[in-house]
């Protein structure tokens, strides 16, 4: 934590915040497989949905603060979007799995590895993610 | 009224402080204000990043320094 952490910039220093619905889905699963590793490579940073979900104040006011919000539902339930909707949150980017990619949602969790590359590639070009230094970290010094 | 102000001491962090206390003046309302900068009790919070403001257990706001306005607002409820 230096004396440059947290001295320039707007918001939370730019940092993508990534949201999965993470269901009990091939494609609740994928949408979390893609989040992690965006996160992992430094495209964003996943953060705790459920938090947001069970109205936890720091969870919903850090959503409601970031500068951007990239948000994955595996499927057309949206379930991460009804929770954000519920709390009036807003979206930067939005996509949902199935429609996406054209698959179909089943209980079949062993995930295909190019699946996953593609969930994140439409994510990073939806989103417009870029790769920084500070993203992949755990740091809490401004995101 | 129990202000807490998570950070690890940069200068946001710093900048929030000074805007929370002068808003709390400006208001003439008694509060106690802490700083929290140890990073696990900042997590306990469940911020996305730093600076946060917490005003009576609830956060206000996160990774950003907070207007004076909206300060007198949370704090005047």
Known sequence: ?143 | MEVKILGPGCPKCEQTEKVVKEAIKEAGIEAKVEKVKDAVDIASYGVFGTPAVVIDGEVKCVGKIPKKEDVLKWIQK
């Open chain 1, 1 to 143: 934590m230096g004396e440059e952490c947290c001295a320039t910039g707007s918001g939370q220093n730019g940092v993508t915040m990534i949201l999965s619905c993470s269901g009990g889905s091939n494609v609740g699963q994928l949408a979390n497989q893609a989040a992690v590793e965006l996160t992992q490579e430094g495209y964003g940073r996943m953060f705790c949905l459920a938090g947001i979900g069970g109205h936890l104040s720091g969870f919903v006011q850090s959503a409601k603060d970031v500068d951007r919000l990239v948000v994955l539902d595996g499927c057309e339930i949206g379930c991460s979007k009804a929770i954000l909707d519920h709390l009036e949150i807003p979206m930067t980017t939005y996509l949902v799995l199935t429609e996406e990619l054209g698959i179909e949602k089943n209980k079949d969790f062993n995930l295909k590895r190019e699946e996953i590359e593609k969930v994140k590639e439409i994510a990073k070009k939806a989103g417009k993610m870029t790769r920084t230094e500070s993203g992949a970290t755990g740091s809490v010094c401004c995101a």
